[in-house]
């Protein structure tokens, strides 16, 4: 009798620990990282080259998803202006089963979307989204692909007609990146509406941004003026424009501020890190099941400004207009 006691002693306080330990745990949702109750989104980022425009969008991005209150970790990879690593970036990507997919510019959006017709992309930094083959339109994208494009419908006109009425311009020189789908849109809208303006274009066309300032040089005595678009092999050794334009003082206008602040005379634009933000504002309804990339208008920038350099005024001798309404970096 006694053995049997004992027995069911030890029985029961088994019982007893595992009850107790059973009580002790919580029921909680739980992800790969071990967080409890919180879902950690892996968002996945392309970006095809580092420069401070594309920089600032991936800024304006995080930014909107950190006010959104959503916890992110982010796998970001850098292309460095190169095809063949910009197509296994995004091969790695779609394959490492992240959330979504933050495409900054128009060669890594169309790598990421050639991977994949699930995983949700949201692109900033890209200029024609239909003619890139990334939506179907800009109201109705369908797909899984839509986001913020950096086009604003007045910035080329605006930035035509400074050129011709206050700079006196005729013959415009264009450096551009001729492979790179979203600077060829660019070149042939601006050629259509430079050539109803009277005003010709001058290319010069580059693959790699070693070759951008024999480019350039090779546009001195056929172009009374500069025009870089936001051509992202151009851009990223934008210096070398700055320095022949500045030595010969032809008046460089250009696509976007950061060109301004690194020495362009001017731009009508918008702050790349707002497209960025905006972009993100997507990804969050995204990612919270609210919409899909396919009921989310492709956006256009939402404001407009014209920005100047001060010390390429000074140095080009340009009088400034109040009707211009310009700001100034320096």
Known sequence: MKSKKKKFGMVLS????????????????????????????????????????????????QKAIEDAGLEVEYQKENAQND????????????????????????PSAQAVAAQTEDIPIVFTSVTNAVDAELVDS????????????????????????????????????MVFNSGEQNSRSQVDAVKEQMAEAGLNVV???????????????????????????TDNTVVSALESVVEVANEHKLPMMVGEFDSVKRGGLGAYG?????IGYEAGE????????????????????????????KNTVDALGIEVKDEWESEFVE
């Open 14 to 61: 088994a019982a007893v620990l595992i009850l107790a330990a059973c009580g002790g745990e919580k029921s909680t949702s739980t992800n790969n990282t071990g967080s409890e109750d919180t879902k950690i989104f892996k968002i996945g980022v392309t970006q095809i080259v580092e420069h401070p425009s594309l920089n600032a969008a991936f800024d304006g991005f």
């Open 83 to 106: 095809n063949n690593l910009n197509t296994t970036i995004a091969n790695n990507l779609v394959s490492s089963g992240v959330d979504l997919i933050f495409a900054n510019s128009t």
């Open 138 to 173: 800009m109201e109705s994208p369908g797909g899984n692909v839509t986001g913020t494009v950096d086009t604003q419908p007045d910035a080329i006109p605006s930035t035509i007609a400074f050129l011709k009425d206050e700079l006196g311009a005729k013959n415009v020189g």
């Open 203 to 229: 290319e010069a066309s580059v693959s790699t941004s070693a070759e951008v300032k024999q480019a350039t040089e090779s546009l001195i005595g056929k172009v009374d003026s500069l025009y870089i678009i």
């Open 270 to 274: 918008f702050e790349y890190y707002d």
């Open 282 to 309: 997507m990804a969050v309804k995204i990612l919270k099941g609210e919409s899909t990339p396919s009921e989310l208008p492709v956006q256009y920038p939402q404001n407009i400004k014209f920005v100047l350099n």
